[in-house]
């Protein structure tokens, strides 16, 4: 039996006289001596509960009086429509109970009055998320994922998983989890790139997965963590301006949907929230280059990746989304595939916020030959892709996909200044728990 027959939220002064139960928890409590209030905060708002003493018994006045903060409360009582109460309404209690009492003091004080520190608040996230600005970020992430899954499913997209524990490095290197695999070595996977395009030697035309990747970089930033969420697609014939044109769509579709659905979220985290307009602009990474000289002292040599000083200067001066395409194949993974007449440059891209990478995507190569040879030529053993490379040798359609970073989404869109307040709970260099 649900134990709520409302929500505070779907209460409103109209339904004055109705008989309601309401359960959450316990934020504030005031007794003014011939009067009580109990403020009831459940995930959709805050209810007053009024109690004069006069007009309820002595044992529950006392009850109220007497509850800790942030305990689990259930009250069934009257609606009252009451301008002054927050919402336009106050319940007129006829039973209050106490479901589960909190221990005092609170790790944190979730009522939004005080800000604290980033750490003090994830070692106590539970407390944290309590708060109608967080949660509305873990809310309207949950609609983005809704409204991406809908928006591939309409494209003819499938939905696959593939497997996290893997035996090989997607890009080789070193930013890999190592674990125990019974008795031989494994890691955990860094990128669903290598089987998302083995799906495409399946068949299966078009695919996505939303799901963690796991980065052993050391980095210390607001946009990295060490296990994100990745939503991925791989998409056969077709090219990267194709997949680009779906990536945009895809963006666009979230913002919308947000504006559209979740006004109450937005409403707590305070947000002046524009969805931004299609097409966004593509410019080649040598363009990029050129326009960043005015912000450098030092240019940058063609061919070197983009610093952080860089992305920042171009974000500034565009001031929107925007695509960066065209990049020095020297840059881009092996599986990317460099233009017919000029090799040096190659088909990846990657979408901008103008404050940091979203994604990053590429036509990919499906030639088998020029696929080892690429391998090859970044320094890494073709032997050690053999699982993957074999699935190019029996009709590899051409393909194309990318690889958009989940939290790098929310964090932008709302304006947040850290990745951490976009992921429940984060991991980091310093970060295990909870
Ligand atoms: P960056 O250059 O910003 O470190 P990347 O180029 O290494 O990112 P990709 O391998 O291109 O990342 O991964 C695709 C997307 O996944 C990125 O654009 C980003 O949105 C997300 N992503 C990658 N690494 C991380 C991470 N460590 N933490 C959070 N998101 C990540
Ligand atoms: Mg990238």
Known sequence: MILRTHYTGDVTPEIDGTEVTLAGFA?????????????????????????????????????????????????????KAEAKAPGGFEILPTEVQVLNAAEVPLPMDPTEKVECELDT?????????????VLAAFEIESAVLRVLRDYFYRQGITEVFTPKIVAAATEGGTDLFPISYFEREAFLNQSPQLYKQMLMGAGMDRVFEIGPIFRAEEHDTRRHLNEAISIDIEVSF???????????????????????????????????????KAPFKRITYTE???????????????????????????????????????????IKPYYTLPYEDRPEI?????????????????????????????????GLDPSGFEFYLKAFRYGMPPHAGWGLGLSRLIMTMLKLENIRDAVIFPRDRRRLVP
């Not at 326009?291 to 001066?317: C, H, I, S, Y």
Request: proline content about 3%; aromatic content about 8%.
């Open 121 to 133: 608040r994830l070692d106590s996230r539970f407390m944290d998320i309590r708060r109608p600005c």
């Open 238 to 276: 077709a090219d990267d301006k194709d997949v680009m044109d779906i990536l945009e769509g895809a963006v666009v579709s979230a913002y919308q949907y947000v504006a559209e659905n979740c006004s109450r979220q937005l409403a707590a985290l305070n947000l002046d929230f524009q969805v931004p």
């Open 27 to 79: 934020h504030e409590i005031r007794n003014l001596g011939g009067i009580a209030f109990l403020v009831l905060r459940d995930r959709k708002g805050f209810a007053q509960i009024t109690l004069v003493k006069k007009l309820v018994d002595k044992a529950t006045f006392k009850k109220v009086a007497g509850i800790s903060r942030e305990s689990v409360v259930q009250v069934r009582g009257m609606v």
């Open 288 to 330: 990029a280059l050129e326009l960043a000289k005015e912000g450098r002292n030092v240019p940058m040599q063609w061919g070197d990746d983009l610093d952080t000083e860089t992305e920042r200067f171009l974000g500034e001066t565009i001031g929107e989304h925007y695509f960066l395409t065209d990049w020095p194949s020297s």
């Open 346 to 378: 190659c088909r990846g891209f990657d979408l901008m916020h103008p404050r940091m990478e979203l994604a990053s995507g590429a036509q990919r190569v499906h030639d088998h030959a020029m696929l080892v040879e690429r391998i090859r030529g970044k």
